[in-house]
T-cell receptor, first 112, second 117 residues
Framework: EAQVTQNPRYLITVTGKKLTVTCSQNMNHEYMSWYRQDPGLGLRQIYY???????DKGDVPEGYKVSRKEKRNFPLILESPSPNQTSLYFC???????????FGQGTRLTVV | AQKVTQAQTEISVVEKEDVTLDCVYE???????LFWYKQPPSGELVFLIR????DEQNEISGRYSWNFQKSTSSFNFTITASQVVDSAVYFC??????WGGGNKLTFGTGTQLKVEL
């Protein structure tokens, strides 16, 4: 089944403790992205990647890192999480520039 | 910079009513794509439609229809004979096609649709 898989689905952590949210897709898509969803703000793009080793900032990249060492994986790294990063996070992949995005199930992160 | 505005924060209708969700966008690009996604209470994001900037034909898919008007920079979504299962948050989104190969996607803030019996 074609899908984007994020893990974990839920995470509660403490301020400053490094964490990684994993994202994997099995559709051989070139493009992958991370978004955060906050009430009243919709979804905002954090980072995106056009291919292996090629990444670029979205609209809200501060406090996040990404890597794309393999085509299928695009982890989101929070080196020192803060409470303002409490949010619902979505990973997505797309077969082409401007193509439809296939979203993961979401990761609800709480930073206390 | 590109921007998507969904001015309707929340809409409530009674089942079987028609409802239109508005989407207004801003972009300086001539080539772009517009999207609608649905987010039901379970939280996943469901793709509904993609439309490129050169195709202004309206589209109908069952009870769903979309009206794209470049002259007013709008891409409105109508649900005919709404049903309770249509209750969800609906997002309009815009992506540009830049020469660098980027894939920046901008979402509106969403419209919460509640369909009641």
């Amino acid at each position: 089944e074609a899908q984007v898989t994020q893990n974990p689905r839920y995470l509660i952590t403490v301020t400053g403790k490094k964490l990684t949210v994993t994202c994997s897709q099995n559709m051989n898509h070139e493009y992958m992205s991370w978004y955060r969803q906050d009430p009243g703000l919709g979804l905002r793009q954090i980072y995106y990647s056009m291919n292996v080793e090629v990444t670029d900032k979205g609209d809200v990249p501060e406090g996040y890192k990404v890597s794309r060492k393999e085509k299928r994986n695009f982890p989101l790294i929070l080196e020192s999480p803060s409470p303002n990063q409490t949010s619902l996070y979505f990973c997505a992949s797309s077969p082409e520039q401007g193509g439809r995005a296939f979203f993961g199930q979401g990761t609800r992160l709480t930073v206390v | 910079a590109q921007k998507v505005t969904q001015a309707q924060t929340e809409i409530s209708v009674v089942e079987k009513e028609d409802v239109t969700l508005d989407c207004v966008y801003e972009t300086r690009d001539t080539t772009y794509y517009l999207f609608w996604y649905k987010q039901p209470p379970s939280g996943e994001l469901v793709f509904l439609i993609r439309r490129n900037s050169f195709d202004e034909q309206n589209e109908i898919s069952g009870r769903y229809s979309w009206n794209f008007q470049k002259s007013t920079s709008s891409f409105n979504f109508t649900i005919t004979a709404s049903q309770v299962v249509d209750s969800a948050v609906y997002f309009c989104a815009l992506t540009r096609l830049d020469w660098g190969g980027g894939n920046k996607l901008t979402f509106g803030t969403g419209t919460q649709l509640k369909v009641e019996l």
